[in-house]
């Protein structure tokens, strides 16, 4: 993706982002109502909401798979209208290809491309050095923990070379200290790799997850952007940042918007 005057080549612009399903019984559904933001270069935003919200609707939309109903996504100056090697996703699950060897795995978006042998190798290598994954670089995926997958995923995403990360809840299915080790690899290859820094777009419902990685927290509810909030602890961040006051009001102002405000379950049970 080429820089222009009018947008830097990795911010995101939704306007006025609609996306709506027919179901499979006729009814119409708004997945996505309406949404417009505008996400800064090297920003790293979480997209928070209740289940079933349009967060995975949102971030496949930027990712080109899935088309608008209305409105438009510009990642720099481009109009989405497709998939595009500007825009690397990590999902939940199967982001590593069973068939390829773990570093035939980290190269494949760049033999596509056409980036030369050598070339791709000493990427491939070095990324997987930085997830400490090098002394698996030649075993088969299912000889990995699910943590290992993730961080050959992550590697994979990073030496691609994508200027925007869209990241659907990617740890979900981890172990506690598991999805704390690899919160701290992505945030140091997303620190340290490379400048301009990649902006990355992040869905989770894991509130201590957003506070602990994100610039910037956009809340979604039923397709709506409800709010935006801009977190502004300092890096590196820890289990004591989140229990700092300010960090504990935009904490309740998460849950508040997840439906688990102060005696909402106990009144639901009355
Ligand atoms: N292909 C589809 N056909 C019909 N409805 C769909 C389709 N994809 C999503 N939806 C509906 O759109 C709405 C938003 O779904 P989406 O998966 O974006 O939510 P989400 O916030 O990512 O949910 P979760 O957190 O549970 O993954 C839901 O009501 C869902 O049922």
């Known amino acids: 993706m080429t820089d222009s005057s009018q947008g830097k080549p990795n911010d995101i612009t939704f306007t006025d982002v609609t996306r709506t399903f027919v179901r499979g019984d006729g009814q119409e559904v708004t997945a996505v109502d309406g949404v417009s933001a505008h996400i800064r270069e090297?920003?790293?935003v979480c997209l928070v909401g209740p289940s079933g919200c349009g967060k995975t609707?949102?971030?496949?939309?930027?990712?080109?798979?899935?088309?608008?109903?209305?409105?438009?996504?510009?990642?720099?100056?481009?109009?989405?209208?497709?998939p595009g090697p500007?825009?690397?996703?990590?999902?939940?699950?199967?982001?590593?290809?069973p068939w390829f060897r773990?570093?035939?795995?980290?190269?494949?978006?760049?033999?596509?491309?056409?980036?030369?042998?050598?070339?791709?190798?000493?990427?491939?290598?070095?990324?997987?050095?930085?997830v400490s994954l090098s002394h698996v670089a030649r075993a088969w995926p299912k000889e990995l923990s699910?943590?290992?997958?993730?961080?050959?995923?992550?590697?994979?995403?990073?030496?691609?070379?994508?200027?925007?990360?869209?990241?659907?809840?990617?740890?979900?299915?981890?172990d506690y200290v598991t999805k704390h080790q690899?919160?701290?690899?992505?945030?140091?290859?997303?620190?340290?790799?490379?400048?301009?820094?990649?902006?990355?777009?992040?869905?989770?419902?894991?509130?201590?997850?957003?506070?602990?990685?994100a610039d910037r927290i956009i809340v979604i509810r039923d397709g709506r952007l409800v709010d935006d909030i801009a977190i502004d602890?300092?890096?590196?961040?820890?289990?004591?940042?989140?229990?700092?006051?300010?960090?504990?009001t935009v904490k309740h102002k998460l849950l508040a918007h997840l439906g688990l405000e102060h005696g909402s379950r106990r009144s639901a049970a009355s």
């Open 42 to 44: 090297g920003e790293f």
């Open 57 to 82: 609707t949102l971030l496949q939309m930027v990712s080109g798979l899935l088309p608008t109903s209305g409105g438009a996504i510009t990642v720099g100056a481009k109009q989405v209208t497709g």
């Open 86 to 97: 500007d825009r690397g996703v990590v999902f939940q699950k199967d982001s590593v290809f």
């Open 102 to 130: 773990v570093i035939d795995n980290v190269e494949y978006g760049m033999k596509r491309r056409g980036v030369p042998a050598a070339e791709r190798r000493d990427i491939a290598n070095r990324y997987l050095e930085l």
């Open 146 to 174: 699910g943590g290992m997958l993730k961080r050959v995923a992550i590697a994979t995403v990073f030496a691609n070379g994508s200027d925007v990360l869209l990241l659907d809840e990617p740890f979900a299915a981890l």
């Open 182 to 213: 690899l919160h701290d690899v992505l945030l140091d290859l997303w620190r340290s790799t490379d400048a301009p820094r990649r902006t990355i777009l992040f869905v989770t419902h894991d509130v201590d997850e957003s506070l602990l990685l």
């Open 233 to 248: 602890a300092t890096r590196p961040r820890d289990v004591d940042t989140l229990t700092r006051p300010d960090m504990m």
